[in-house]
């Protein structure tokens, strides 16, 4: 940094009070990120309210050479939106960038603000009879340009794909303050490379997400939620197959749900109940919909794929949700095992992919496998099985000292699930990211053609190497051995 006085001057200026702080009361809740593993501090917190104040302090920032740190609802699950020790970058929050600038049912798209949250989102659409195709357990806090950093998934990726598939336009400001201007929707464009999608999953390495164009959907018409209870994850993985094969277009959402996931999160929800009578290894979360005028045959199609399952001997058990609220009790139970499990102790989590008609074998090889290999641990997979992503989580053994297991013995978990994952022809950051959590692992199994390419995408884009620096692009060999 050339001259720390001028720079927070000038800020100072630039923001204003509202828009620049070096607050520490103000500045702490943003410091840590949501799983409580990472902390750092910063040199001050901006949080501009347009894409020309963002410009405006991003071109100040690089003018100074003070490195920044890009965030949104501070919700994510890789530490990639925490800064560093150093306590010399800025933390520049999207938080107050939130309007919805514009909801069009009849192109059946919405132009927001990075800052905007998925729930306000999701609310502004139905006023509109649409809606837009992502959720996730943490809509009330994860905001779109986070969603758009780090490619979110969620539990409708099965029907409608993550993130990337949805933004359709996109704004960002660049490591030197330029915008790139990529807002209008265009069907066709042969103007050489999709930039947009580059920016997609970068995680604010290459630009910061100031606003984007979302595709929209028509409102459901009705929906069937149907719970399972299935005596292993093949049965699991041959109902997924009924159910596409029956259900088609009509299935959106296809949940896997071990016994101890259930009852931890019974535990958890003083009010959550059990969806079947009887006790089962392995619960499948179903949804099927229909959009507005297509409703016809939905509930009896669901009623004829579980008899169907049943009879074969795919299933113990089912139950079909009686109405809106026991379809939202059952998402609930799902959307809560990350809390729940948090809640019974330290664990270390992996968010995994493999190809989904494996998905299933890995689940029931790896979980003995890693218990064997780490006495007093407790495996547990549970999440997305139609799309190949489940999240993998070891549980300490009782009584441990949550830091002291998580940096030692947590970090051989994770590097041998990461290793089997790798075996497997897999990924180790199906969708929360690689942030700073997953670097060295991306670094050290990555395929070595493409970490050349990220990190020569980098040089090109941010030469500097100020934006959100320590996150995502592994350091190459040379600079790891210095």
């Not at 499990?341 to 992919?353: F, K, N, T, V, Y």
């Not at 050290?444 to 941010?462: E, W, Y």
Request: with cysteine; net charge negative.
């Amino acid at each position: 940094m050339r001259d720390p006085d001028a720079f927070l001057a000038s800020a100072a200026e630039l923001l204003g009070e509202r828009g620049f702080t070096r607050d520490p009361d103000l500045m702490a809740p943003w410091l840590t990120d949501w799983r409580g593993r990472y902390a750092g501090n910063a040199l001050a917190m901006a949080s501009p309210a347009s894409t020309e104040e963002v410009s405006a302090i991003v071109r100040l920032c690089a003018r100074h050479r003070v490195p920044i740190v890009p965030q949104g609802g501070n919700s994510g699950m890789s530490g990639g939106a925490t800064p560093d020790d150093d306590g010399d970058a800025l933390l520049l929050s999207l938080r107050r960038m939130n309007a919805i600038r514009e909801v069009n049912a009849d192109s059946r798209q919405t132009v927001c603000e990075a800052g905007v949250i998925l729930q306000n989102l999701h609310d502004a659409a139905a006023d509109k009879q649409m809606r837009f195709p992502l959720t996730l357990g943490g809509k009330g806090s994860a905001t779109i340009g986070g969603l758009i950093a780090t490619n979110a998934g969620g539990t409708q990726v099965l029907r409608h794909g993550t993130m990337r598939t949805q933004v359709l336009g996109l704004e960002a400001v660049l490591a030197d303050g330029s915008v790139f201007d990529a807002l209008t929707p265009l069907k066709k464009d042969n103007r050489g490379f999709d930039l947009k999608q580059l920016l997609i999953g970068s995680e604010g390495t290459l630009g910061i997400v100031t606003a984007a164009t979302l595709r929209l959907l028509p409102e459901i018409g009705e929906r069937a939620v149907l719970w399972a209870g299935l005596r292993s994850i093949g049965d699991a993985r041959r109902l997924l197959l009924h159910c596409e094969a029956r259900a088609g277009n009509h299935l959106e959402g296809f949940e896997v749900i071990p016994a101890h996931c259930l009852t931890a999160v019974l535990d958890h929800l003083p009010d959550a109940r059990r969806p079947l009578a009887s006790e089962h290894a392995w619960h499948a979360l179903i949804e099927l919909v229909a959009e507005e005028g297509v409703t016809d045959g939905l509930s009896e199609l669901a009623e004829s794929i579980l008899s169907e399952a049943f009879e074969a001997g795919t299933i113990e058990d089912a139950t079909i949700a009686a109405s809106e609220t026991q379809a939202e009790q059952f998402w609930l139970l799902r959307d809560s095992i990350s809390p729940a499990e948090r809640a019974i102790g330290p664990a270390m989590q992996h968010d995994i992919s493999v190809p989904v008609a494996r998905m299933a074998d890995f689940v029931e090889q790896a979980v003995p496998e890693v218990e064997a290999r780490f006495p007093g641990t407790s495996a547990v997979a549970f999440g997305h099985l139609g799309d190949g992503n489940v999240h993998f989580h070891v549980l300490a053994p009782p009584n441990v000292v949550r830091g002291e297991w998580e940096d030692g013995e947590g970090k051989a978990i994770s590097a041998f699930v990461h290793d089997l994952v790798t075996r497997w022809g897999g990924s180790i950051s199906a969708e929360h990211g690689i942030g700073q959590m997953k670097r060295d692992e991306l670094g050290r199994l990555g395929d070595p053609v493409a970490l050349a390419m990220m990190r020569s995408i980098k040089q090109a884009l941010d030469p500097q190497g100020l934006l959100n620096p320590g996150k995502l692009v592994p350091l190459a060999p040379e600079a790891c051995s210095n």
